[in-house]
């Protein structure tokens, strides 16, 4: 059983910068995704294994960077010039394999999810 714990989460005003982390063992590709309050858990990034390969949700590219330290089992994710609409929950998501797949029963494994509250 992989356990995957998020932290990082927090409130900031718009244009302000965030960094998620997700503490996780194991040779996966991991993903982030966010649900908002009554909307679908949409994606936001994925890394393979090896960091080479990623991959980003139109809303997000420019904005955001997934990587990660295998040495330290940690993934992170980068969020700069946050805007209102990137309210939401963000969960960590790992996944065995090698595609990066953005739907989220592609992965197997999730975290508990931490909040992120952009301000206007």
């Known amino acids: 059983q992989v356990q995957l714990v998020e932290s990082g989460g927090g409130l900031v005003q718009a244009g302000g910068s965030l960094r998620l982390s997700c503490a996780a063992s194991?040779?996966?590709?991991m993903g982030w995704f966010r649900q908002a309050p009554g909307k679908e858990r949409d994606f936001v990034a994925a890394?393979?294994?090896?960091?080479?390969?990623?991959s980003y949700a139109d809303s997000v590219k420019g904005r955001f960077t997934i990587s990660r330290d295998n040495a330290k089992n940690t993934v992170y994710l980068q969020m700069n010039s946050l805007k209102p609409e990137d309210t939401a929950v963000y969960y960590c998501?790992?996944?065995?394999?090698?595609?990066?797949?953005?739907?989220?029963?592609?992965?197997?494994?999730w975290g508990q999810g931490t909040q992120v509250t952009v301000s206007s």
């Open positions: 998501a790992a996944k065995n394999g090698n595609t990066l797949p953005t739907m989220p029963g592609r992965y197997d494994y």
């Open positions: 194991g040779r996966y590709v």
């Open positions: 890394i393979s294994w090896i960091g080479a390969t990623t």
